[in-house]
């Protein structure tokens, strides 16, 4: 079957950096989708990564490992605002877009 | 402004009937899609559609019916059989289906059912 794991939750202190990992298995593999979700409103996009390495995006940066079926996004100067979940999604052979159930982050002052 | 809507943004309904959520996008993207978020859960995909009077089921279509009569709509219509319809309904659109392309969201539709 298909899967992507992500960690439940994580907490972070405002102005440090955080990382959350992604780990997938998937039919298939057509890139890899990283998006921002606020309590109770739409996800919106954030990074695409299909090929391995870091592709860095102002305080957001998005690495892949294809051999490893492994992402993480990397949030630094954290602030307050950043207080969501991230979603992983990797799109598979179908072109379809598989999703993990979101990392709800909490950032404390 | 190009973008995805969806009405309404809280919707309650009895057990037992049918309900159609709307969703109309202007940025001429060819593909919709319908998703379902519960609590603690991923997106999972109801339906979806690359096509005008095309569409295809998805992980979830049980319970649930679609149309795509023009590029720009795509409503959902939640059925008695489904069997627990509340949930947070999110549409989704991008361009041709089958390459890379981003799918933008609408702001949703929080479904209670009484």
């Known amino acids: 079957g298909q899967n992507i794991d992500q960690p439940t939750e994580m907490t972070a202190t405002e102005g440090a950096i955080v990382q959350i990992n992604c780990t997938y298995q998937?039919?298939?593999?057509?890139?890899l989708f990283w998006y921002q979700q606020h309590a109770g409103e739409a996800p919106t996009f954030l990074s695409y990564?299909?090929l391995d390495g870091l592709e860095e995006k102002g305080r957001f940066s998005s690495f892949l490992s294809r051999s490893k079926g492994y992402s993480y996004l990397l949030l630094k100067e954290l602030q307050m605002k950043d207080s969501a979940s991230y979603l992983c999604?990797?799109?598979?052979?179908?072109?379809?877009?598989?999703w993990g159930a979101g990392t709800k982050l909490i950032i404390k002052p | 402004d190009g973008g995805i809507t969806q009405s309404p943004k809280y919707l309650f309904r009895k057990e037992g009937q049918n309900v159609t959520l709307s969703c109309e996008q202007n940025?001429?993207?060819?593909?919709m899609y319908w998703y379902r978020q519960d609590p603690g859960q991923g997106l999972r995909l109801i339906y979806y559609?690359?096509?005008?009077?095309?569409?295809q089921k998805g992980d979830i279509a049980e319970g649930y019916s679609v149309s795509r009569e023009k590029k720009e709509s795509f409503p959902l219509t939640v059925t008695s059989a489904q069997k627990n319809p509340t949930a947070f309904y999110l549409c989704?659109?991008?361009?041709?289906?089958?390459?890379?392309?981003?799918?933008?969201f609408g702001p949703g539709t929080r479904l209670t059912v009484l």
């Open positions: 989704a659109s991008s361009g041709l289906a089958g390459s890379y392309n981003e799918q933008f």
């Open positions: 940025l001429n993207h060819d593909a």
């Open positions: 559609s690359q096509i005008v009077n095309d569409f």
């Open positions: 998937t039919s298939g593999f057509n890139g």
């Open positions: 990564n299909v």
């Open positions: 999604a990797v799109m598979d052979s179908n072109y379809q877009l598989i």
